[in-house]
């Protein structure tokens, strides 16, 4: 069940549960698209954004936010530039439209389900910081919520598959087990039969109950667009942009043989040509980083950016 902990593993301070509307109340508009309260709380690591994280700092906050307007962003450059109607970005979509119709339920079960109380959390911060001495506020309370809402969100996944199998009469799809060139399963076939068995119950109850054209199903998909044209985009500024010379790879080359005379050592006999490429390899993703930041500080003076402080108070 791999998959229903994406989006929704790890957590941050859970303090209080604050009603439906603040979770969609706008927090930041990037060129009108807005950002929403439960949207950042999500990306912060509260489980489907349902409760307020007021012992997170502010600035922690922030630079939360600051990637969700980065990944707005590029998604609209993705889309200005046509990258939504090709064939790669609809066959990523469709391939993953019974993932965004379980993701719809599970948050919507996790919503209606997920409770933590202001004390529990309290109790499990003091706790953390009695064993981790040191620690700063922020990432006891980080720990704390993983700890207190972890057990929790598991139940309701278990919960969520249990009725799923019962109410939905699925079988495993014999495509999505793997087999040998004799026609045998291979290693793992039980595994991944359980998986796919999973997925299709979630994902045929899911339908059962409506999720297919729901607030919660647009917004997942809204969600998982974005993601993929954020990538698609970086992909290609990254492909087009980011070079590595000769020289830049001798220079490292230089100096990581250097620590090894300094420790009185030598460069494997042999390894210096696949060294060089291991080199090449993270300059290349270095120099793609770069380029991605650059591109995107463009895009942010080009862009109108409004933030809410009222509002992220919620958060």
């Not at 593993?9 to 309260?37: L, W, Y």
């Not at 207190?148 to 939905?168: G, Q």
């Not at 299709?200 to 109950?209: D, G, T």
Request: aromatic share 2%.
């Amino acid at each position: 069940m791999l998959f229903l902990a994406a989006g929704i593993a790890g957590g941050m301070f859970v303090a209080g549960c604050s009603g439906k509307d603040t979770r969609q109340e706008t927090v930041a508009t990037v060129n009108g698209d807005p950002i929403k309260v439960g949207e950042l709380r999500e990306s912060l690591g509260v489980p489907a954004g349902v409760f307020a994280v007021p012992e997170i700092p502010l600035e922690r906050k922030k630079a939360a936010l600051d990637q969700l307007v980065v990944v707005r962003l590029l998604a609209q450059e993705g889309r200005s530039l046509g990258l939504d109607n090709t064939p790669e970005f609809k066959e990523i979509i469709n391939r993953n439209a019974p993932r965004i119709r379980v993701k719809a339920l599970l948050r919507k079960e996790i919503t209606g389900k997920l409770k933590v109380t202001d004390e529990e959390i309290k109790a499990e911060i003091a706790k953390v910081k009695k064993e981790t001495p040191g620690i700063s506020d922020a990432d006891a309370a980080e720990r704390a919520v993983k700890s207190v809402s972890w057990s929790r969100v598991k139940k309701i996944r278990e919960d969520l598959l249990a009725t799923a199998r019962k109410e939905a009469a699925v079988a495993v799809d014999p495509k999505a087990i793997p087999q040998s060139r004799n026609g045998e399963n291979t290693p793992g076939d039980d595994e991944l039969a359980e998986r796919d068995l999973t997925m299709r119950a979630l994902a045929a109850y899911a339908e059962k109950q409506g999720v297919d054209g729901s607030e919660l199903y647009k917004s997942m998909r809204e969600e998982l667009e974005r993601s993929v044209l954020r990538g698609m985009v970086a992909g290609n500024v990254a492909a087009k942009n980011a070079v590595v010379t000769d020289g830049e790879i001798e220079a490292e080359f230089a100096r990581i043989t250097g620590l090894f005379k300094q420790h009185g050592k030598k460069l494997p006999a042999g390894t210096a040509a696949q060294l060089k490429e291991n080199i090449r390899s993270s300059l290349l993703k270095k120099n793609g980083k770069k380029a991605i930041d650059a591109h995107v500080a463009e895009l942010r003076n080009k862009a109108k950016i409004t933030v809410n402080d009222d509002i992220l108070s919620k958060v």
